[in-house]
């Protein structure tokens, strides 16, 4: 029973009586040391090598002081930042060579376990002291909290926007699949939205069932990306030769919001900005800031030198990047709309940029098979790995930093923020093209070139549920 405790009562109320009631403590995280969990976890798996009579490298796991001294190059192990600890590097696979050699990873709830030491200062018992490091905390280990949120809903409605008045619209159908060009997931519902003929497809993934359909009868969407809240959908297409547009809509009532025609062929890539009133438009090797209210152009930005085939804006608007067939990627400033920076390393067309909800981060993929991330300011490199023999062909990121990527080996692969693959889905049965993270409940869906849509529950092997988008039944 609820019991209504006024102000003048609580003034009554003795110490001793209110002492009685204490707010309830927070459990306290058990601490992770040296000695009652690194250390047996090390002579498990390392001191084969690593031991106390000639350990290779000079470097000693067996004791503490001799851990945290390092080896022949140096220190190993950096308190409070994993993604600057060699040790944690190798041992997770980010970088090579991969310890234990030529052996499987070591099983993730031991790599936790190693993360939560370093993070927590490398605790030699439980009545230690951290330690700590003058080194400037690495931007990939501080992962924080989304720029953008759904608008809170009424009570007990779920997180992000669902179509709830949606025109009722058939799905077009054909006898035999196309490849899956453009799809896209909401980060903060379970909705995933993938090119249709002539529309936009809108699947529920919890459902498992179509949850709506846009039409789109300016041609084909070759691109689809929802809004950093959630709230807007966009598809970028056209036809080919003929003529290209980019049309946005609300998420919950299915209305055009805007449809903005550009050239004689189709748009392979655009953004929207944040605010909803800035669309950056890849036009041939030239990028076309346009008004979503009017249309107007109000700037162009010359700094490709090939065709313009993925983009994206950051969570909070101050940043664009944009990349092409060339390998070349730029990254700009919306502020004034200056040219901050070329990304050098790309070798192939670009072929997602997925920023890190936070802002702080931008990951690029690239048809040269390479994944490479990017601090948001200033674009100075951080990581860069092979994720996909023969190329990668699409790239997502989730809430809390963790990437997706999905190639022309025909594989779904998800990496954390060193560049450690994480789990492997496939092979599948034609080149997956196309990835999206599912914001609720956090589950990976992807699209091929036979035209079939997959989604994974992201602790099981075999997909959830599979669709045929535009096909029909069978």
Same mark, same amino acid.
């Given at each position: ?333 919306? /502020?004034? &709309?200056?040219?901050?920076? +070329?990304?050098?390393?790309? =070798? #192939? %067309?670009? *072929?997602? $940029? @997925?920023? !890190? ?55 779904? /692969?998800? &990496?954390?923020?060193?560049? +450690?693959?994480?789990?492997? =889905? #496939? %092979?599948? *049965?034609? $080149? @997956?093209? !196309? ?40």
């Amino acid at each position: 029973m609820y019991v209504r405790i006024t102000t003048l009562a609580l003034l009554l109320a003795s110490p001793a009586v209110l002492a009685k009631d204490p707010a309830p403590a927070k459990p306290k995280t058990p601490k992770v040391t040296f000695r009652d969990h690194i250390g047996p976890l090390f002579r498990r798996r390392c001191t084969g090598c690593h031991g106390s009579g000639q350990p290779k490298a000079d470097l000693d796991l067996s004791r503490y002081v001799s851990a945290i001294a390092g080896g022949s190059s140096g220190e190993v192990l950096v308190p409070g930042d994993p993604l600057q600890s060699r040790l944690y590097l190798l041992v997770s696979h980010a970088e090579e060579p991969h310890m234990p050699p030529k052996r499987p990873r070591v099983p993730a709830a031991e790599l936790k376990l190693i993360r939560q030491w370093i993070d927590g200062g490398l605790l030699a018992t439980a009545t230690s002291r951290p330690r700590t490091s003058r080194r400037p905390r690495s931007v990939l280990s501080r992962v924080g909290p989304p720029l953008r949120r759904p608008v809170p809903g009424g009570k007990g409605a779920q997180p992000g926007a669902r179509p709830t008045g949606w025109p009722s619209v058939a799905m077009q159908t054909a006898s035999r699949g196309r490849a899956v060009v453009a799809l896209a997931a909401s980060p903060w519902s379970s909705l995933v939205a993938v090119g249709g003929l002539g529309q936009v497809l809108v699947y529920d993934a919890v459902s498992k069932k179509l949850a709506g359909v846009l039409p789109f009868p300016e041609g084909r969407p070759h691109q689809l990306a929802f809004s950093a809240d959630g709230e807007v959908i966009w598809a970028s297409g056209g036809q080919a030769g003929v003529s290209g547009v980019v049309v946005g809509w609300t998420v919950r009532t299915g209305k055009r919001l805007f449809a903005v025609a550009d050239g004689e062929d189709v748009v392979l890539a655009a953004a929207l900005d944040p605010s909803g009133k800035q669309l950056a438009i890849g036009s041939n090797r030239v990028v076309r800031i346009v008004e979503t209210p009017s249309g107007r152009t109000i700037r162009r930005l010359a700094g490709h030198t090939n065709w313009i085939v993925s983009m994206g804006f950051s969570p909070d608007g101050q940043r664009l990047i944009t990349g092409d067939r060339g390998g070349g990627l730029v990254l700009w400033e919306t /502020r004034q &709309w200056d040219r901050v920076s +070329a990304l050098p390393g790309h =070798r #192939g %067309p670009v *072929t997602g $940029i @997925a920023w !890190r909800p936070d802002g702080r981060v931008v990951a690029s993929a690239s048809q040269d098979g390479t994944v490479r991330q990017w601090e948001a300011a200033g674009g100075r490199p951080l990581r860069n790995w092979m994720a996909h023999e023969g190329g990668v062909m699409g790239i997502a990121c989730r809430a809390d930093g963790q990437l997706a990527t999905v190639g022309r080996d025909r594989l779904a /692969r998800t &990496w954390n923020q060193a560049g +450690a693959e994480q789990k492997q =889905r #496939g %092979p599948l *049965t034609d $080149i @997956a093209t !196309r990835v999206g993270m599912v914001g609720v409940p956090g589950w990976l869906v992807v699209g091929d070139w036979s035209g079939t849509v997959r989604l994974w529950r992201e602790s099981d092997p075999t997909p959830l549920a599979t669709w045929h988008p535009g096909v029909a039944s069978r």
